[in-house]
């Protein structure tokens, strides 16, 4: 397997929780500012991703997350019934929850083992992953209604290239990447990937590349979206890898009892806003990986809490929200010692953590429109949490079905939405 990058740097190139190199940090920065100079306020490219630029008192600096602030809806995502929809991974349905009363209005029944709701590229739809039943289910976000069911394999995870050619089904149990038609969600490319477990997906700031994590084998693959092909891999904790091989054949048995323990476990991947760090969330070394998506290499560590799993940019792009956990296996019990982590990438560390009061097991969600909140399920405690983002108090528990998974809250602010729970742009 390789476990390089592309430029072939060895992976373990920087420890975990080593510094980040200041020189580098100014070379970048000076090779900003010049593209910045030549480029002008807006730029685009024939891949369709574009870099937006946000005007400050230093100057303009790229922000990937520019057109996603507070209320920025499209007239699209306008016209939608403000709604939470939470898929129950174990209970094989989404519930609905009024975000204005925090009240269940219904629950209807979708296909086996729904993980993430996913607003489409248009955000005229929303698509229900049913993983274990090989199917989607639309949404209809103007109403709330479900429709019949779209056959397609194995999506885990869904995705939109940043042009919008392209929906991107992470197909864990195949090892595929499947290009589909996000229409009619058609097969028009499968890409194999020497990874288990693809999970989540984030796209570099110009549109041409994918990095995505491999939950079973502490890697992230690259994938060249024009070409449909892989550019690398990186081992995150290439050491500790080397170590666990002795034990790597009872990898399969080991999973079938939810007692998998790997030394790293990547699970969501996010941008900064100036799309020069993707941050990598690891379950089992409870914290967020520092990745430089162009070299492909690890910059640093950032210690959160336990089973660290998902990541949200703040309305103003200046703050990562993390949640941890509280388990560092792929099953785990009540009340754990979860917490939600407030990262500041300027900074490059924990500025505020959030308690959940008697324990709890935040894992997907997303912040609402405003801001105001973050909305995330309680994957072990059946639940969701409302946190205030200014304050960082809990503010409410809403019970919900067996193991609530990618919960989606909606309508998001942004020109289009590049999926998952709405990882918009």
């Not at 900003?32 to 005007?55: E, M, P, Q």
């Not at 989404?94 to 955000?123: C, E, L, N, W």
């Not at 209809?140 to 290239?161: E, I």
């Not at 509280?326 to 990438?345: E, K, L, N």
């Amino acid at each position: 397997m390789r476990q390089t990058s592309k430029n072939g740097s060895p992976a373990s190139k920087t420890a975990r929780g080593g510094p980040w190199c200041g020189c580098r940090q100014a070379t970048s920065l000076l090779l900003l500012t010049l593209l910045i100079a030549c480029r002008g306020r807006t730029t685009a490219d024939s891949s369709g991703g574009d870099v937006a630029l946000l005007a400050t008192g230093s100057g303009s600096l790229v922000n990937i997350y520019a057109a996603t602030g507070a209320n920025a809806l499209s007239p699209a995502a306008a016209r939608a019934r403000p709604l939470v929809y939470v898929p129950n991974s174990k209970g094989g349905s989404v519930t609905v929850i009024d975000p204005a009363t925090y009240t269940v209005v219904r629950t209807f029944k979708t296909g086996k083992v729904p993980q993430h709701v996913v607003p489409s590229y248009d955000m005229t739809h929303l698509w229900v992953a049913n993983n274990a039943s090989n199917s989607l289910t639309p949404i209809d976000p103007v109403t709330g209604a479900d429709g019949p069911h779209v056959s397609v394999d194995d999506p885990y995870n869904l995705y939109f290239t940043p042009d919008g050619k392209s929906a991107l089904v992470l197909a864990e149990k195949l090892h595929r990447v499947d290009f589909r038609d996000p229409d009619d969600f058609h097969l028009v490319q499968s890409l194999k990937v020497d990874c288990r477990g693809i999970d989540h997906m984030e796209f570099t700031s110009d549109g041409r590349y994918a990095i995505a994590t491999c939950e079973y084998s502490g890697q992230l693959v690259k994938l060249d979206l024009a070409k449909r092909e892989v550019v690398g891999y990186l081992m995150l904790d290439p050491g500790r890898w080397s170590e666990f091989k002795s034990t790597v054949s009872d990898f399969v048995h080991r999973r079938r009892h939810h007692v998998l323990e790997v030394p790293s476990m990547p699970q969501d991947i996010r941008s900064s806003a100036d799309g020069r760090v993707f941050y990598v969330a690891d379950m089992q070394a409870g914290g967020v990986y520092l990745v430089d998506p162009v070299t492909f290499e690890r910059l640093g560590f950032i210690e959160t809490g336990v089973g660290t799993h998902g990541i949200y940019p703040s309305r103003d792009g200046k703050l990562l929200y993390v949640t941890n956990r509280g388990w560092t296996t792929i099953a785990g019990g009540h009340h754990g010692p979860g917490t939600v982590s407030v990262v500041s990438p300027a900074e490059q560390k924990v500025v505020a953590t959030w308690p959940i009061p008697g324990g709890g097991s935040p894992d997907m969600g997303n912040v609402t429109a405003d801001g105001r909140e973050l909305w995330v399920s309680g994957r072990y405690d059946d639940e969701v949490y409302v946190f205030d983002t200014k304050s960082g108090r809990l503010t409410h528990r809403i019970p919900v079905g067996r193991e609530p998974h990618g919960l989606c809250v909606w309508p998001q602010p942004g020109r289009y939405s590049l999926g998952h729970t709405g990882n918009m742009r």
